[in-house]
């Protein structure tokens, strides 16, 4: 088959590393039965230059969603003779598509909670675009169950027409424990040399970020009656806090400005060792699609907070403990529990290993695979014509 992946959106970080663990895959474990076209932005094909001649490199640096794109985007298509177009996220619908294609559905955050910067006929409008595209679709992915059901209920697609395919967290988090070289390079970089309670993610609001500072607070309080960990840290990962004066305003308020420190983005090699590193992995999310984050310090055996909402306690099973991410003491008294009970954290770390080995790209790369055989099978276009009259 000709398989064309639209990566026309490849900027979104997200997105982006789903799309190259996925391809990273599949170039592993298929042979050249199939034939790849990957669409997109021509600075970021670059990063793909190097993988093996079954993956075609197709410039196309048009993006806006306008009739001409569309039709430019649906001769690509034919000129390569594509069976199959691969969407690996919902923010374009493949309009006028000449062959079957299948959309990764990453969450639905976006038709759960409202965006306030968006009025109701904006909301209304990216609702029935969304519905069209996978109205459409020949089959659909989702990265979890969770996601799976929140598909069915918001949109009213069949369970037989969506796929679940994990998401694994990168090889390059795999990498082993920090050595004192990394510890000395965190020291020095970041002058960390004091224990510490980690957060990486963005920021927004869903991500529950002021409550984890509120939380931290809170323990602070908490620790100082018994004289335990007077020097602990909380350091956020993510976004620069200059866009999210809120958050700085927290810390404020809570009496932690001197205890709380935001590092902004840093590279993966070096949260890495952040992960390593951290007393406590805290994530209490109020909704996730996946989750990747808390899978990422497991596999760096580090004890994990996190939320029992969406998908999350379907990702890490029993391998880390659960909080309702709105109650700030209930997180706090769970952050109290696992950084002092070391019989605990000894179990979230043997448990947090194996969690996290049961999730891989290679796995989830020959799921998606199986799902392009029945997404370009003939009688797919059959169902899809008999799925939009039912639907």
């Known amino acids: 088959m000709n398989i064309a992946i639209d990566m026309r959106r490849h900027i979104d970080f997200g997105v982006a590393t789903y ?27 670059g990063d793909y230059r190097e993988y093996p001649k079954k993956f075609v490199l197709q410039p196309f640096a048009g993006e806006a969603i306008s009739l001409r794109n569309a039709i430019a985007f649906r001769h690509l298509l034919q000129r390569h003779n594509c069976d199959l177009l691969h969407v690996p996220h919902m923010f374009k619908t493949p309009r006028f598509a000449p062959c079957p294609y299948v959309v990764t559905v990453h969450d639905l955050l976006g038709f759960l909670y409202r965006d306030a910067k968006q009025t109701r006929s904006q909301s209304r409008m990216r609702f029935e675009l969304a519905k069209y595209a996978l109205r459409g679709a020949s089959r659909i992915l989702a990265v979890s169950n969770s996601t799976k059901t929140d ?9 037989e027409r969506v796929e679940v395919a994990y998401n694994a967290i990168d090889e390059r988090f795999q990498s082993g424990h920090a050595s004192a070289e990394d510890r000395q390079f965190i020291g020095e970089r970041y002058q960390v040399n004091y224990p510490f309670l980690l957060y990486a993610g963005n920021v927004k609001p869903h991500k529950n970020v002021s409550r984890v500072i509120e939380a931290f607070s809170a323990l602070k309080a908490e620790l ?14 993510g976004d620069e806090v200059s866009q999210h004066p809120d958050l700085r305003r927290t810390v404020i308020r809570s009496g932690v400005q001197n205890d709380v420190r935001f590092l902004g983005f840093v590279p993966v090699e070096t949260l890495r060792i ?17 989750g990747l984050p808390p899978l990422e310090a497991m596999a760096h055996g580090t004890p994990v ?3 029992n ?14 909080v309702h991410p709105e109650n700030v003491f209930e997180i706090m008294h769970a952050m109290h529990r696992v950084l002092l009970d070391q019989r605990l954290r000894d179990e979230l770390k043997v448990r947090g290993y194996m969690q996290a080995t049961k999730y891989s790209w290679d796995r989830t790369a020959r799921i998606i695979l199986a799902v392009y055989e029945k997404a370009a099978n003939p009688g797919s276009l059959a169902r899809v014509a008999a799925q939009k009259k039912s639907y």
């Open 151 to 159: 598909v069915q209920r918001v949109f009213r697609v069949r369970p």
């Open 19 to 45: 799309v190259r663990n996925v391809l990273r895959a599949i170039s592993r474990i298929e042979n050249d039965a199939n034939r790849y076209i990957l669409i997109g932005d021509p600075e970021r094909l």
């Open 309 to 322: 909402t969406s998908s999350i306690p379907e990702v890490v099973g029993n391998a880390a403990v659960l």
């Open 305 to 307: 907070v996190t939320s």
């Open 224 to 237: 100082k009656k018994t004289d335990q960990y007077p020097d602990l840290r909380l350091i956020i990962i």
């Open 274 to 290: 952040f992960y390593d590193l951290a007393k406590i992995f805290v994530f209490p999310s109020l909704y996730e699609g996946f």
